[in-house]
């Protein structure tokens, strides 16, 4: 009997073609979608069926219709307010769970998971009955009115950036401060040289990833917005009640572009930061 | 002799962590351009000197004086001292001629002077090369290399390693430790070396004290610390040993030494031996002989090997002498031929020097 000669093959996923396939098809079903909507957006019709040539026309109608850019201007005011706001609670927690020790920690860090693993729908239908529980004011003067959506937004926010700086800082133990101190840096000098400069890439990258959060978030908003305070993504699903034209097409195309290059700019930080892990 | 120049000295440093007395009513001198080391099993508060002397802890009692400069309350950013840590505590976020301009930046030196230095110290640990690089790029003998010239290029008045060597492999350790004490005698600074590891104390420092338990058992010079060691302690701790019980008597002046192991053994010496006093003797000192050397100045013994270790130069073997003691002596593998002499059961003679025989207290 003729012995079959087993040849030994190391692992290669790179040379794999059934992977290749599985990863295309993949790859298509994901994002056909995103390129079909902002392919139509350039489409000359009314209707996103047929391909009728190109055009620009829907982007120069966004900028005439005011309704569109007061919700776009009320989610930038969002988007940036809670940013700041919950980096701010994100560096403080992130630094409070990694240097200090106090009552029932144990229990916080599980707690701070919570907003990002509930379902959004009941987060907001929580913050809806909340607000009205406390009787939140109605205010009727223009940045007052979005205060309701950047509480909301800095609840759910502010634990992804406390996670990614936490997840920074706990590369830099002790020893690395006292031998910040040990070459003549006093506590303040090493909260500045050492800790600051330490954490800045996952301080940009958590700040990009908030900004993209809160810009893109629709159901917490839905449920928080007020008439007088509408959302790009609100005012888009109230579009859509209408029909979809080529201008939510165009609309939606720009929320994408300005998050694509939010999320670019975050990763990048990210693997500066990855680099640095020693091995 | 001169007396040199003290450096530091602590005197009755004391340190407790809760119930445990890490450093325990410590005193010491070290002298300007010393290479001084302290060896200790783990645990025994070795590092916590160091640290107290870098000012990362308070102690509870005692002082640290620096060039002769009451600092027991000195800020650790103000001593002029510098550590190496036994993670290398390289900052991870810098490059390597970041990590070393760190402490010459805070002292607002100018920068054309901090080049020069980084430049020096980079072509001194063999660096040079590698300014650009993150320490997450460097193997773990680089990282070393720029933790020491990170402390160095300070010059401090003492550099302090905290088991700098502990992470490398055996080659490169060799290799490291060689130029540890290349680079403190070109430099002409004084370094202080906490350890566990003996052969690298006795390599690389001009004096080793032994610590145990929070306490200094004893300080000497290293080849003093060997061959005259004056306790068990340090006697075990510093290599391997036989030690020999038995009780002492003076006739004449010259002490007689009746041991369990070997009978009775002339000295020859007018010294008594201290109370709860031993003898020991190192296993190399003990050589192998053809019979029974009944020379007036050897003791003499014959009996069967038990156990055999091969270390490729050197062999370990343990004799039984007919009275069930046993002994340890160490073989030089001279000839390769030889090696079938050392299997176990087989009956050899050996013998040593009175002169070897150390006094060992308890």
């Not at chain 2, 005698?185 to 003996?198: I, S």
């Amino acid at each position: 009997m003729k012995k079959r000669i087993q040849h030994y093959t190391p692992v290669n996923y790179a040379k794999n073609n059934t992977l290749k396939i599985i990863t295309f098809i993949f790859l298509v079903i994901l994002y056909l979608p995103i390129i079909n909507l902002i392919m139509f957006s350039f489409n000359d019709s009314k209707r996103n069926i047929v391909w009728r040539g190109f055009t620009s026309k829907y982007y120069e109608k966004l900028f005439e219709n005011e309704m569109l850019f007061l919700a776009f201007s009320n989610s930038m005011t969002i988007a940036i307010t809670s940013t700041i706001i919950s980096t701010f609670l994100g560096i403080t927690t992130a630094i409070a769970l990694w240097k200090f020790n106090f009552y029932l920690k144990k229990y916080y860090d599980v707690a701070l998971l919570f907003p990002i693993i509930i379902p959004e729908i009941c987060m907001g239908i929580s913050m809806l009955v909340f607000f009205n529980y406390i009787n939140w004011p109605n205010f009727q003067l223009w940045p007052f009115t979005l205060s309701s959506i950047i509480i909301a937004h800095v609840s759910f926010i502010f634990p992804f950036v406390a996670i990614i700086i936490r997840a920074r800082l706990s590369m830099l133990n002790n020893e690395i401060l006292e031998a910040g101190q040990d070459l003549g840096a006093s506590k303040y000098q090493v909260i500045r040289k050492i800790i600051i400069p330490f954490m800045s890439p996952a301080l940009v990258a958590s700040a990009l990833l908030a900004f993209t959060l809160s810009l893109d978030d629709f159901v917490v908003t839905f449920f928080t917005s007020g008439p007088n305070s509408v959302t790009l993504p609100v005012k888009i699903y109230s579009m859509v009640r209408f029909g979809i034209s080529p201008e939510i097409n165009a609309i939606s195309t720009l929320l994408i572009l300005i998050i694509i290059i939010c999320t670019y700019f975050a990763i990048r930080f990210l693997s500066k930061s990855n680099r640095e892990f020693m091995k | 002799m001169t007396e040199k120049k003290t450096t530091i000295e602590l005197k009755k440093l004391t340190k407790k962590f809760g119930d445990i007395i890490a450093v325990n009513d410590v005193s010491l001198k070290i002298s300007e351009n010393d290479f001084f080391t302290i060896l200790g099993p783990s645990g025994c508060g070795k590092s916590t000197i160091l640290r107290l002397i870098a000012g990362l802890e308070v102690q509870d009692s005692g002082a640290v004086i620096i060039n002769n400069k009451d600092s027991s309350f000195v800020q650790a950013n103000e001593r002029p001292v510098n550590m190496v840590f036994q993670s290398y505590a390289l900052f991870p976020h810098l490059s390597v001629r970041d990590n070393i301009e760190f402490g010459l930046k805070l002292k607002k030196i100018s920068n054309t002077d901090i080049k020069i230095r980084v430049e020096e110290i980079l072509e001194l640990v063999k660096m040079n090369g590698y300014d650009f690089k993150l320490p997450s790029e460097l193997s773990g003998g680089q990282r070393q290399r720029v933790a020491l010239a990170r402390a160095i290029v300070n010059k401090p008045k003492i550099v302090l390693l905290d088991e700098p060597l502990s992470a490398l492999d055996a080659n490169l350790r060799m290799e490291m430790q060689q130029e540890l004490v290349n680079i403190q005698r070109n430099l002409k600074m004084t370094f202080m070396l906490v350890t566990h590891d003996q052969d690298e104390a006795l390599s690389i420092s001009s004096k080793i004290a032994i610590m145990e338990n929070g306490k200094i058992i004893e300080t000497n010079t290293a080849t003093n610390m060997y061959e005259y060691p004056s306790k068990k302690f340090s006697a075990e701790f510093l290599g391997r040993i036989n030690i020999i019980e038995g009780a002492s008597s003076l006739i004449d002046n010259r002490m007689l030494f009746n041991s369990d192991t070997f009978g009775k053994i002339n000295l020859e010496r007018d010294i008594k031996l201290p109370k709860d006093g031993v003898l020991g003797i190192r296993p190399e000192k003990i050589i192998i002989e053809t019979g029974l050397n009944k020379q007036k100045n050897r003791v003499s013994m014959n009996g069967t090997i038990t156990n055999w270790t091969y270390y490729g130069d050197v062999s370990y073997i343990t004799i039984e002498l007919k009275n069930k003691s046993k002994v340890y002596i160490n073989v030089q593998n001279v000839h390769r031929n030889s090696l079938q002499e050392l299997n176990i059961g087989k009956k050899l003679f050996a013998s040593f020097d009175i002169n070897d025989l150390i006094i060992l207290e308890k």
